[in-house]
Nanobody
Framework: HVQLVESGGGSVQAGGSLKLSCAAV????????MGWFRQAPGNEREVVAH???????NYADSVKGRFSISQDSAKNTLYLEMNSLKPEDTGIYYC??????????????????WGQGTQVTVS
């Protein structure tokens, strides 16, 4: 049984920073995608950053240069460091593991395991 536990969300002013964490329990890493998705009110859940099957980091254009995804393999934990936050970054952030790269790492349907979501509010 795989469980993803997220932490680190909160409320910040524009220009501030937050770091999200996602600890995976019971998950064995392989050639799978893992990443962070964001869902703003009234919008679809979209990927903001992910590692592909070759562990190359990829970013949505809207967050390039501001967000950084990283992983601590020893702790089986995924991170998302968010800097220069903007009001449009507001939303619920979800981590996702186990993405099937044959389906594609950008779509939520590729990921079987999800965190509970953490709210990020930028004002």
């Amino acid at each position: 049984h795989v469980q993803l536990v997220e932490s680190g969300g909160g409320s910040v002013q524009a220009g501030g920073s937050l770091k999200l964490s996602c600890a995976a329990v019971g998950y064995t890493s392989g050639r799978n995608c893992m990443g962070w998705f964001r869902q703003a009110p009234g919008n679809e859940r979209e990927v903001v950053a992910h590692f592909d099957s070759d562990r190359v980091a990829n970013y949505a254009d809207s967050v390039k240069g501001r967000f950084s995804i990283s992983q601590d393999s020893a702790k089986n934990t995924l991170y998302l460091e968010m800097n220069s936050l903007k009001p449009e970054d507001t939303g619920i952030y979800y981590c996702a593991f186990g993405g099937n790269f044959l389906i594609g790492c950008l779509g939520r349907g590729a990921y079987p395991y999800w965190g509970q979501g953490t709210q990020v509010t930028v004002s």
